[in-house]
């Protein structure tokens, strides 16, 4: 689910824009875990936090998940539709669980799950850790856990292994300790120590690797009802559009799509295999191919729900201000349109902006671009002339979006602003420091994850007013 799956790709755009840190005064009693929390959740006081106004600051609970290194590419958490997924270290592994959004409540808790074998060659000390994760998926009407962990499989003594992604898929309406998984699935892949993105989609988990942006230039779906495993080695192959371009390489999968992947083209241009392509689907004000050799135009920046977000260029060398526009998933219909300076949005990590959006699908962002789907109307969070950039975060079912204004290498190094935006009108409301706002919105409740006095890490949740 984009809304859930988001807090993996949130992380880069959480730490760089300081959303992700220690707290400076926690007051409250810290959190619990585990079957302590399941007994009584509201037990102890709550962690001491400083919130924006629509959030109640002295209800909800909190978790702490203490073996999270301090240095990580992705959290295990997860929103579902109305619960938190999440992993905790067990003896000789991991435990997934499940915990109502409202209460905190442990509805559930799987049999202790062993990843594979890390690879070897990770990286340096101080390179970020490679961690097991978990992200939720819902396919044919019904909600899972996946969590998912990269590693070599079947190596030992004798015997190379083989690299992997393995799954292991739990029914998100499961009740109980000791919970056993619907199936485990594992995906063959050739990451190395590159770069790993593991998403939950509509049409399954998509396992993506290779290249150096948010998204791979090879990829698997897996469905995860059957455990069926579609594997695409050649990206650059799946849309015919590609092989007629010169210079097309690069391609990536953005999101698995119940029609299929949702390819973007190296050399700019996106689509369906065998259902749609952007060269047919050009917005207003943006033409449909570009520059001396006629590439196709448009970029897709990723998918939320039914939705995929594009950046196209304009003018003559793709100098004028862009024109970022809403496709429908199955058909490549334009839906909403926005003029906006924001170019190919990277953030300071040198990664595409993730799109998200609110958990009943009608608002969404990335980056400074944002979309009220139920109005059709954009709102560009650009820096112009004096106004700095704002960067979204995460957004509630009511169009509040909140992330962080940008800053300049100058004052990369200060204390963060955090903002909130009224995506309805567009009105941007800078919070107090030190404020904590949600990436992560369920059932009513925010979620912030942030580092308690102790350096570990931890999940509060507080209901909305």
């Known amino acids: 689910m984009r809304h859930g799956r988001g807090i993996a790709a949130l992380l880069g755009v959480a730490m760089a824009a300081g959303l992700l840190g220690a707290c400076s005064d926690d007051h409250g009693a810290q959190a619990k875990s585990g079957k302590e929390q399941e007994k009584s959740p509201r037990s102890a006081a709550v962690a001491h ?29 997860a929103a579902g539709q109305d619960g938190v997924a999440l992993l905790q270290a067990a003896s000789g ?39 097991p994760s978990v992200v939720t998926v819902r396919q044919g009407g019904r909600e899972y856990v996946v969590a998912w962990a990269h ?15 393995q799954l292991t898929v739990y029914a998100a309406d499961a009740k109980g300790s000791e919970v056993a998984p619907v199936r485990q699935v594992s995906v063959p892949v050739d ?23 948010l998204y791979g230039t ?3 779906v897996v469905d995860v009802t059957s455990g069926k495993t579609t594997s695409y080695r050649d990206v650059d192959g799946l849309l015919p559009e590609c092989g007629k371009n010169v210079g097309c390489s690069g391609s990536t999968v953005v999101a698995a799509g119940t029609s299929g992947p949702v390819v973007s083209m190296g050399g700019g241009g996106f689509g369906v295999p065998g259902q749609w392509v952007s060269t047919s689907v050009a917005p207003a004000g943006a033409e449909a191919r570009t520059g ?40 490549g219909r334009v839906e909403a349109t926005l003029q906006c300076g924001a170019k190919e949005a990277t953030n300071p990590t040198g990664r595409m902006y993730p799109v998200v959006s609110s958990p009943n699908g009608r608002f969404l962002a990335a980056g400074p671009i944002a979309f009220d789907m139920a109005t059709k ?31 300049s290498d100058a004052t990369s190094h200060e204390t963060p602003i955090v903002a909130q935006v009224d995506l309805k009108s567009g009105h941007t409301t800078v919070l107090k420091a030190g404020t904590e706002v949600p990436l992560l919105h369920v059932g009513g409740n925010g979620v912030m994850i942030r580092r308690d006095k102790a350096s570990q890490l931890q999940l509060s949740i507080r209901p909305r007013r």
Request: aromatic share 8%; hydrophobic share 35%; glycine share 16%.
């Open 49 to 77: 936090l400083m919130l924006p106004t629509a959030y109640d600051a002295s209800h909800g609970w909190d978790a702490v998940l203490g073996w999270v290194p301090a240095k990580v590419n992705t959290l295990p958490v």
């Open 93 to 131: 592994g991991y435990t997934a669980q499940y915990q109502d959004a409202s209460s905190g409540t442990v509805r559930w808790s799987a049999k202790p799950w062993n990843p594979p074998a890390p690879v070897t060659g990770d990286g340096d000390s101080g390179s970020a850790a490679e961690i």
């Open 151 to 165: 590693g070599m499989q079947g190596k030992d003594d004798l015997h190379e292994g083989r690299e992997v992604v």
């Open 191 to 213: 990451a190395g120590s590159g770069a790993l993105h593991v998403d939950g989609d509509t049409g399954g988990v998509l396992v993506s690797w290779g290249g150096q942006g």
């Open 218 to 220: 090879s990829a698997a």
């Open 292 to 331: 001396f050799l006629q590439s196709p135009n448009g970029k897709a920046q990723g998918v939320a729900g039914t939705h995929v977000l594009a950046s196209w260029q304009t003018g003559d060398y793709g100098d004028g201000t862009p024109v970022w526009a809403v496709h429908a998933l199955d058909s």
């Open 377 to 407: 109307r954009g709102v560009c969070l650009q820096g112009d002339g004096d106004r700095k950039t704002v960067s979204v975060a995460s957004i509630d079912d009511d169009g509040t979006a909140y992330g962080a204004v940008e800053q």
